[in-house]
């Protein structure tokens, strides 16, 4: 129940074009949803967080969907950018217990052709 | 401003020895810590976390080991390494009260290949 399942394992999309990435729960405790990226032999970072309150977060070229009945999410990235090109990890937690431990999905490896 | 620091970056160790990681968090206090080790091409696992000094929770069982005894200082230990421990190990904090937006802080991590 506290699996976080993410797909697809990698993805290859053209300049310009859109990325998504899903992801699924089961805990409905969880109450909080960040995508994190990460590059080749660094540590991950924060991208955009969603809430369950709100159903979709938008920050510049990057969006979360947010579906709490489904219990899924998902990242978008319009006009993806060679820069882009990163592994990306859906994640979730509960803020308040449990030392607000994230759980992670296995990750994305995201390939953005020029 | 917060930062975090791991070391060493980069281990190579035989089967067998002993095995220290460590990671320090400096411009805030009573963080949350938490150790995670990730395989190559695989997803983040868990491996630890604490909320206080000496307090340590272990998620999965295995052939390491943590300890803070210190508020802004995470160890993760073994006695003997194991092939399967190779990987790449890293920290991370998170504030409190607060401070606590829900976003874990990674530091650049720690490489360990076990031979």
């Known amino acids: 129940q506290q699996q976080v399942k993410q797909s697809p394992q990698s993805l290859i999309v053209q300049k310009g074009g859109i990325s998504i990435i899903n992801c699924a729960y089961e805990?409905?405790?969880?109450?909080?949803f960040p995508w994190y990226q990460q590059f080749p032999g660094k540590g991950p970072a924060l991208l955009i967080a969603i809430r369950p309150d709100v159903s979709e977060k938008k920050e510049g070229r990057f969006t979360i969907s947010f579906n709490k009945s489904a219990k899924q999410f998902s990242l978008h990235i319009m006009d993806s950018q060679p820069g882009d090109s990163a592994t990306y990890f859906c994640a979730a937690s509960v803020i308040y217990n449990q030392g607000g431990k994230l759980i992670f999905g296995q990750g994305t490896e995201l390939s953005v052709k020029p | 401003s917060q930062t975090i620091h791991q070391w060493p970056a980069t281990l190579v160790q035989p089967v067998g020895s002993p095995l220290s990681l460590e990671c320090t968090v400096e411009g805030t206090s009573n963080p949350n810590l938490y150790w995670y080790r990730q395989a190559a091409g695989r997803g983040l696992q868990l491996l630890f976390y604490s909320v206080g000094i000496g307090q340590i929770s272990s998620e999965v069982p295995q052939n390491l080991s943590a300890s803070r005894p210190q508020d802004r200082q995470f160890i993760l230990s073994s006695k003997k390494l194991l092939l399967s421990d190779s990987g790449f190990y890293l920290c991370?904090?998170?504030?409190?009260?607060?401070?606590?937006?829900?976003?874990?802080?990674f530091g650049e991590g720690s490489r360990l290949t076990v031979l």
């Open positions: 805990n409905t405790a969880f109450d909080y």
């Open positions: 991370a904090w998170r504030g409190r009260g607060v401070s606590n937006t829900g976003e874990l802080f």
